[in-house]
């Protein structure tokens, strides 16, 4: 629904109810601003708390902006690969029907018909990731198969938004291919975690101990890793 802020700004608000909820809470996504309340909480009562945060409101959709306006796929954005920031550059070509992408030195390079929508351009950018990680992870989970001695039943590579790696009951193992963004010693700890939990499925000290036998620094790439989800 269109809300009015205090300074009479128009904001799109949603609105999501939740039967066992004591208090309004009130957060700010890439999509704009969502309340959840109790499925008994009046409007009205919504209506007052959003208004008595409209300062609260305003500085954070302003940081989502500039956030949203980093992660538009344009001249000058950044994206990490191996765990680089690699500029983009995209130019427009008339009569073009394909889009091209291409490494140049420390550039990610876009050739596109005009006009091109965003939504296109990240199918464009997550089938390069997708088709590095499996250029790259699947020989890594070959490789660290055979040190270990333990073998998935399949790998499979999909995009996730929190989650790196995950293996399964049956130890088909899957990647997100957005692990390319990250270095390489990184994206080996991942594949070493994943495989690790073939023979132990939980986070035991059982597991870790795995981890550390194969990977003594664990501890250093898990901090490595803490600090790029921050950034990417
Ligand atoms: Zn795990």
């Not at 957060?27 to 208004?51: C, D, H, M, Q, Y």
């Not at 293996?167 to 899957?174: E, Y």
């Amino acid at each position: 629904m269109q809300f009015k802020l205090d300074n009479d700004e128009v904001i799109s608000l949603e609105i999501v109810r939740k039967p066992n909820m004591k208090h309004i809470y009130l957060r700010v996504t890439p999509k704009g601003v969502v309340v959840s309340a109790n499925r008994r909480a009046k409007l009205s009562e919504i209506e007052t708390f959003v208004v008595s945060k409209s300062a609260w409101i305003r500085k954070h959709l302003q940081v989502q902006a500039i956030q949203n306006e980093k992660r538009l796929i344009k001249s000058d954005n950044s994206l990490y690969f191996k765990g680089e920031s690699f500029l983009l550059d995209c130019q427009e070509q008339e009569e073009l029907r394909h889009i091209t992408l291409e490494i140049v030195e420390k550039s990610f390079n876009i050739i596109m018909p005009p006009e091109t929508e965003q939504d296109t351009l990240e199918r464009v950018i997550d089938t390069f990731y997708k088709e590095e990680a499996i250029r790259t992870i699947t020989p890594m989970v070959e490789l660290w198969s055979e040190k270990m001695q333990l073998f998935p039943s399949n790998i499979g590579f999909r995009r996730a938004k929190r989650q790196w790696g995950s293996c399964s009951s049956q130890n088909s193992l899957s990647f997100n291919f957005y692990l390319m963004k990250l270095p390489l010693p990184i994206i080996e700890y991942v594949v070493v975690h994943e495989l690790s939990h073939i023979k132990e499925k939980n986070h035991s000290q059982k597991f870790w101990a795995l981890v550390e036998k194969f990977l003594p620094n664990y501890r250093e790439l898990t901090e490595e890793l803490r600090e790029f989800e921050r950034v990417l």
